[in-house]
């Protein structure tokens, strides 16, 4: 063939690829508000730094009279390119073409760039709208997935990885995503489910929409698969740029600074009633946060999930941290199962990534009740636990109110290598609530008592004075200080400053073993 025919052959194979199964079908993904896999990366990337990689690539089926259906790009298009001048790469599933369904070629494709990935040492953002695996192709395309599955393994705590869900991602392909360290799913759009609801209602009888098993809604307050969750394409696509923009590029690297006009030294006075003084009374953490870093923003993650505790990034003094803290105003912020697991994860992603740790604590114990118990609060209590203790990136503490028993010790304590723990004026540091301490310590005392109601209210205000207070620790180094909260910001920025070249290593071992 001539030069001339070879040219003509590649412009045409480039528009049947950029056109995916066809403009019919683009124009019905876009009647259900969704963007196509193209225009995701456009949109997600900064202008013109894509590089597509494999867009003439085709299945090798001849099963099922799929030797004559092919399209340039089999269902997927791939590349590297750039966010905010930082290279990462890319996976957009096309859901036009053969429903975004996995071939072989097409799971060699994301492969391909998840290597590339590894590699040069780039996140990767995998952007899911597909039907799963391509039935046609059989045992291959099982075969593709877990070779998708074995890099996410590989790669997890080496490059982020972050999953964008776009539309459907159900049976053995939800696991990848899951295996990732976000995912963002978009309300009323996507959806993530091992068996979809025609193989629940023939197993268990019960009735369910798509959107009530697997939605974002679902996932984002119930089962706690989804780390945020947008409105639309677009709003999941800006997700997914503010997270990269707290990470670095490799668990090699230091996040990326970023100035901020916030004054390192500001001083808030607002934050000296923030607590109340009635210690019973709820108070909202996350607005204490906002008064302390940057610019009042915080990207908080799983927020309608484990609602007792807080996590989330945000900036101090232009340094990425990651924040976890207690939310008194639900459950008093005690710990549970959910809020243990989601710490604890959070805790860890921080960690393989050398983000900082800021741990603010109001922490009253863990939830009493069989539900916990038998539903394992030990085991899954103790997340939590090893993570802070394993972690070896910098942490500083502050103790804004209570921190009792052993969630006290397990919130980023001295005793598990806490860099800096600081505590306010209200603190109560002690192995329980005055309450219940003075109905154990002091009940026979109390039995003798001829007004016991007086008599507990003395003896719980005696024992506040002696143990429910931030000074005992101070006097034994628990607290390397108690501070005012109107001191809580520049405080802060001065201890990560002191620990920015910290240097700290675990036992050389293969890996732990976390109670999983």
Known sequence: MSLKDNLDRMHELTRRAELGGGEDRIKKQ????????????????????????????????????????????????????????????IFSQDFTVFGGSLSGAYAEKVVKVMDLAAKTGCPVIGINDGGGARIQEGVVSLAGYADIFIRNVVCSGVVPQISVMMGPCAGGGVYSPAITDFVIMVRDTSYMFITGPAV????????????????????????????????????ALLMAQELLSYMPQNNLEA???????????????????????NPNKPYDMAELIKRVVDDGH??????????????????????????VANQPSHLAGALDIDASSKAARFVRFCDAFNIPLVTFVDVPGYVPGTDQEFG?????????????????????????????????????????????????????????????????????????AKDTAKERVRLVEEYRKTFANPFKAAELGYIDEIIMPRETRPRLIQALKALENKREKNPPKKHGNIPL
């Open 30 to 89: 876009h009647a259900a508000g969704r963007m196509t896999a193209r225009e995701r990366i456009e949109f997600l990337l900064d202008r013109g730094s894509f590089v597509e990689l494999d867009k003439l690539k085709t299945h090798r089926s001849t099963d099922f009279d799929m030797a004559d259906r092919k399209i340039p790009g089999d269902g997927v298009v791939t590349g590297y390119g750039a966010i905010n001048g930082r290279q990462v790469c």
């Open 200 to 235: 629940v209602k023939a197993a268990t009888h019960e009735k369910v929409t798509m959107q009530e098993l697997g939605g974002a809604d679902t996932h984002s307050t119930r089962s706690g698969v989804c780390h945020l969750e947008a409105d639309d394409d677009q709003g």
């Open 255 to 277: 996040p990326p600074f970023v100035p901020s006009g916030d004054d390192p030294n500001r001083r808030d006075a607002a934050l000296d009633t923030i607590v109340p003084e």
């Open 298 to 323: 915080f990207l908080e993650i799983q927020k309608d999930w484990g609602r007792n505790i807080l996590t989330g990034f945000a900036r101090l003094g232009g340094y990425s941290v990651g924040v």
């Open 376 to 448: 394992g609060i030990i085991r899954h209590g103790a997340k939590l636990l090893y993570a802070f203790c394993e972690a070896t990136v910098p942490k500083v503490t502050v103790i804004t109110r209570k921190a009792y028993g052993g969630a006290y010790v397990v919130m980023s304590s001295k005793h598990i290598r806490g860099d800096f723990n600081f505590a306010y004026p209200t603190a109560e540091i002690a192995v329980m609530g005055p309450e219940g301490a003075v109905n154990i310590v002091f009940r026979s005392q109390l039995q003798k």
